[in-house]
C-alpha cells in the first residue's frame, strides 16, 4: 500500500477513534475507573505522546532544512542574479493569492449570511496577544545573531542568513565551491532524513487526530455549522479553483496532476495545523515530486510557509462577515476594502508571532470597528477550520514554487508528469536500504 493511502486510512481511523472516545467520556454510564483508564491512560497518555513526539520529530527537521536548502539555492544563484526576479514574484505572486482569497471570503460570506440567525450570547470575553509594528517586525527580519535565530526558529531571519551565506559562497572562488559541496550533501543528508520520517506518519497522525476529536467531538460544528461550512467551502474552492486557475494560465500545467501528488502533503498539513512542522514534506515534494529546482524551491517554499496565508485570510474575511452580522453592524464599501488591505499586509507584518491567525483577526475586526470579543464566537471551532487552512497554505506554496519555477526555466515538466516521481517509492526505497 503506498503511504498516501496509509496516511489517509490513519486519518479516518483517527478521527473515528476519537469521535467514539468522545461519545464514550460524555456519557454518563460511563464507571468512573472506565472514564480515568480512557482519558488518563490512553488519551492523555499514549496518544498524546505519540502525537507529541510526532511533531517534535517534524520540527526537528525545519530549521536545518530551511538553513541548508535556502543556502544550496542561492548559491547556485548567486551568480546569474536572479535571485532579485525570483524573490519579487514570489512575494507579489503570495500578496495576490491574499487578496484574491478575503475577497472572495467575504463576497461569500455577504451571499450566504452566516450570522444572520445567530442569537448573541452574554458578554463573551477573548484575550489576543498584540501585534508589533510593521518597523519592527520588518527592522528584526535582520538577524544580529545567526545562532540564535536558529535556535529560536526565527524563519524569517534564518532566511535572510541563509541567503546572505549563500551568496557570499557563489562569489567566494574555489573555497565557496567546496563549501557548496558539502551544503549539496548534508541537503541529500536530511531529505534522507525526511523520508525515514514520513513512514512513520500515518501512526503519528492517527494519534493527533484521536486525541483532537476525543476532546473536541463534532459537537462544536453543530452550534456554528453556517460560518463552518461557509468557511470550508470557500477554503475548498481556493485550493481546488484559484490555485488551478494560477497552475494553468501561469505555468501552463495540468493543476490535477499537481493536486494528486499534494494528498500526503495535505495529511500532514490537516493532522498537525501548521504550514512549519509541514515545511520538511511541502519542500521535498515540491522538488522531487513536482519538479521545481531547489534553486527556486528553497527559497519559496520556506518564505510561503511564513508568510502565505490565504487559508488565514478566508478565515478573516468570513468571520468578520459573520461577527458584523451577529452584532448587527452594517458594513460600508469602505470597510471592505480596509478590510482586504488590512488581512493582505498582515500576513507579512504579524509573520513571526505565534497565534498569528486570531491576531490578525483581531487587527481586522479593529480596523473595520467591529468588537473583538466576538472571535470568542468561532474560537470553538476554528481548531477543525485552522487543520483545513493549513493545508490551502500548503497548497498555496507549492502552486507558488511551480509557477516561479516555470517562469524561471527552474521546472522539470518530466518528474512533474511521472505520476511515481519519488514520494511513496522513495520513502520505502530509504527505510530499506537503512
Known sequence: MSLTNRILIAMVAGILLGSLLDLILDSSGVAPAVHTIIQDYLVNGVLDLVGR???????????????????????????????????????????????????????VAVLVGPGTHVSLPGVAEFQVGKAPPLVDVLANIVPSNPIAAMADGNMLQIIVFALLFGYAISHAGDPGKRIAAFFRDLEEVIMRMVGILMNLAPYGVFALLATLFSDMGISAIIDLAAYFFTVLAVLIFHALVVYSVLLKTLAGVSPSIMMKKMRSVWAFAFSTASSGATLPITLRTVEKRLGVQNSVAGFTVPLGATINMDGTAIMQGVATVFIAQVYGVDLSLSAYITVILTATLASIGTAAVPGVGLITLAMVL?????????????????????????????????????????????????????????????????????
Open 53 to 107: 513526539v510526532f511533531i517534535s520529530s517534524l520540527k526537528l527537521l525545519v530549521v536545518p532544512l530551511v538553513l541548508v536548502s535556502l543556502i544550496c539555492g542561492s548559491s547556485s544563484l548567486g551568480d546569474s542574479a536572479r535571485m532579485g526576479p525570483i524573490a519579487a514574484k514570489t512575494l507579489v505572486l503570495y500578496l495576490s493569492t491574499t487578496a484574491i482569497a478575503i475577497s472572495i471570503a467575504l463576497g
Open 366 to 434: 479593529g480596523q473595520a470597528g467591529l468588537p473583538v470579543e466576538g472571535i470568542a464566537l468561532i474560537i470553538g471551532v476554528d481548531r477543525l477550520l485552522d487543520m483545513v487552512r493549513t493545508a490551502v497554505n500548503v497548497t498555496g506554496d507549492a502552486t507558488v514554487a511551480v509557477v516561479v519555477g516555470r517562469s524561471e526555466n527552474q521546472f522539470d515538466e518530466q518528474i512533474y508528469l511521472n505520476p511515481k516521481a519519488d514520494m511513496d517509492t522513495g520513502a520505502g526505497d530509504t527505510v530499506a536500504k537503512v
